[in-house]
């Protein structure tokens, strides 16, 4: 008797007694299973959707290119080779090359498909595409285009850090355990401590009451600047392609401030340059189309002053001094314009120290932030478990004393 009124206070009910009772437990269970492994699924393949939109559009402008460069070796015209591809391999491809290929075959120019379909290739891709085709030199700008792919991993890994702070360091549950801890559970101790006559429990809410806003206004703040992050990088270029229709200058001005993103600017610059100087263009023509691979309107203006004192007879290291953020470049670029190889082969090695060192960069500061943010969340817990034990302290003495 003992023993079912203990097994009936701990909440326990005993099994079904009918069978149709039993199938309808089974049921249950195996409904949930099945839900919860449908809801783990789509976790799974939404994170594997939002960790490989850097490498899919990677791998979509180097099909891209191939697909130009093989028409060129194959002494065809860009425009009726995507439209051949289009009528055999049309539901195999993605549907931005689709859309190309589409306005291909309605005879449209190549300079316009590509206006047409901004998210097939990266803003730098397509500014130098557009500028080739304008000059009639597109075949030497295509190997510079394939310099402007590297950085695929380097975002991928961006996007771990980012889910490691949802998972980890932030999330809405906090903000949300906060607001009920100081609407529903604090007030409700201090009641208790008013009526055992505990002193300073008013105070001490007010105190904390004083401080929670501030708490949750902070992780509102974090919340949300991650979650801008995350738009950034599941949008991608078409979100930065908007808003620097507007404000071109301040969002490339912010974009210097970080060293990673200077480093990499300038080994795209460089590389790009490098590739069109070896491929015999005009070195004033060279600098502009580099200039429009960085896709950055500071250094597309560097750019057309550099492009000034070059037609005022300066030396291409001393016109493209406005380009050099480490100090390196332009004695490097001096030492490659005496060397056999090439300013390509020349500058290789300084090109993957920059990468490196940009990778390097990127990498400490989304660490840092990362355990940063973690750690800050420690100690917002730390806080708020003082705060409930102090008082839970305080109302366990004043029961001792009553």
């Known amino acids: 008797m003992q023993t079912s009124l203990l097994i009936a206070g701990l909440g326990y009910s005993p099994p079904p007694s009918s069978a149709s009772e039993l199938i309808g437990h089974y049921l249950l269970v195996v409904v949930l299973f099945i839900g919860g492994l449908a809801l783990w699924t789509a976790l799974a393949w939404l ?27 194959h002494g065809e015209s860009p425009e009726r080779m995507l439209a051949s591809l289009g009528k055999t391999a049309g539901p195999t491809l993605n549907r931005k090359l689709r859309t190309l290929c589409q306005l291909a075959a309605a005879e449209a120019p190549l300079n316009a498909a590509l206006k047409e379909t901004p998210g097939l290739l990266s803003p730098q891709m397509t500014a130098m595409l557009q500028a080739g085709l304008d ?26 850090h980012y889910l490691v702070l949802l998972v980890c360091g932030v999330s809405p549950a906090w903000i949300l355990v906060l607001t009920m801890v100081a609407i529903f559970v604090l007030p409700k101790l201090v009641m208790i401590a008013e009526d055992m006559g ?48 507007g404000w071109p200058l301040p969002w490339d001005r912010l974009a210097l401030l970080f060293p990673w993103q200077r480093a990499r600017l300038q080994r795209d610059f460089s590389a790009v340059l490098a590739t069109l100087l070896d491929g015999g263009l005009p070195e004033a023509r060279a600098v ?3 200039a429009l691979a960085t896709h950055n309107a500071v250094l597309q203006g560097a750019a057309a002053k550099a492009r000034a004192d070059l037609a005022a007879g300066m030396t291409l290291p001393e016109a493209l001094r406005r380009f050099d953020f480490t100090g390196q470049f332009r004695w490097r670029l001096d030492n490659a314009a005496h060397t056999r190889g090439g300013f390509e082969r020349a500058l290789a090695g300084w090109h993957e120290s920059l990468d490196a060192g940009a990778f390097r960069g990127e990498q400490v500061a989304a660490q840092l932030l990362t355990s940063g943010l973690v750690v800050l969340n420690g100690v917002f817990v730390a806080l708020l478990a003082f705060t409930l034990f102090q008082m839970f302290v305080e109302l366990i003495n004043a029961a001792g004393t009553a």
């Open 47 to 73: 994170i594997y959707f939002l960790f490989s939109l850097p490498l899919r559009r990677r791998e979509r402008a180097r099909l891209t290119l191939d697909l130009l460069q093989t028409a060129f070796d």
């Open 135 to 160: 000059a009639g030199e597109l075949p030497r700008v295509l190997p510079a285009c394939r310099r402007l792919m590297p950085d695929a991993p380097a975002q991928t890994l961006k996007a771990y």
């Open 198 to 245: 505990v002193p300073h429990a008013g105070t001490a809410f007010l105190g904390i009451a004083h401080w929670f806003p501030w708490l949750v206004g902070i992780q509102a703040f974090i919340l949300a600047g991650l979650w801008l992050a995350t738009l950034l990088y599941i949008v991608g270029p078409a979100i930065r392609r908007r808003w620097r229709r």
């Open 288 to 290: 502009e189309l580099a």
